[in-house]
């Protein structure tokens, strides 16, 4: 991804994890499978979760400002916005898992998309799947009309990027949304 971070972190229990060599041998794992797929008549779907918590775990205090974190695990994103997520390590949100990402803010919403687009526009995938299920705490506030109004937007904005993409393939891309 140019968007995203790649995980390629080997401490604790992630001594395996191949992601890092094979990025440095320029190997993509996604195209890696769509092309596995594609010889192999399976049709593929690209998982997108909605939000992740893996990072509030309290696995690697380390000596980083989030002292109690799975450290390694937080991405630069959250480090640099941390304005961004629904709590902090010292102010906790009610709701769990405090370093969820607050999809109030335009640029949640605006790195989601992106995220998504890039998979449509560089990856021959039949489907996107957008997992809210997973966790499925997206606002901070409670403010539901607004949120649904601005999710429902967002989710619009998506569509037609799928659909744009899909044009372009000149296949159809699908669109799946996993809720609770």
């Not at 991804?1 to 080997?10: L, P, S």
């Not at 949100?93 to 949640?108: G, L, M, R």
């Amino acid at each position: 991804t140019n968007i995203g971070t790649t995980f390629v972190c080997k401490k604790d229990g992630l001594a395996n994890n191949k992601v890092g060599d094979l990025v440095a041998q320029g190997t993509d794992g996604l195209e890696i499978v769509t092309s596995f797929c594609r010889e192999n008549d399976i049709e593929i779907f690209w998982a997108f979760r909605m939000n992740d918590i893996h990072d509030g775990e309290a696995k690697d205090p380390g000596p980083i400002a989030h002292e109690g974190t799975a450290r390694h695990m937080f991405p630069p994103f959250k480090e640099d916005h941390p304005e961004l997520l629904m709590g902090t390590l010292d102010n906790k949100p009610k709701i769990p898992f405090w370093t969820s990402v607050d999809y109030s803010h335009a640029e949640i919403r605006d790195m989601s998309f992106r995220l998504i687009e890039e998979v449509c526009e560089n990856y021959d995938v039949d489907g996107i799947d957008l997992d809210f299920n997973r966790m499925p705490i997206l606002f901070k506030s409670q403010e539901t009309d607004q949120h649904r109004d601005t999710l429902t937007a967002w989710l619009a904005e998506v569509r037609a990027a799928v659909d744009a993409a899909a044009e372009r393939r000149e296949h159809p891309i699908c669109l799946e949304v996993r809720v609770p």
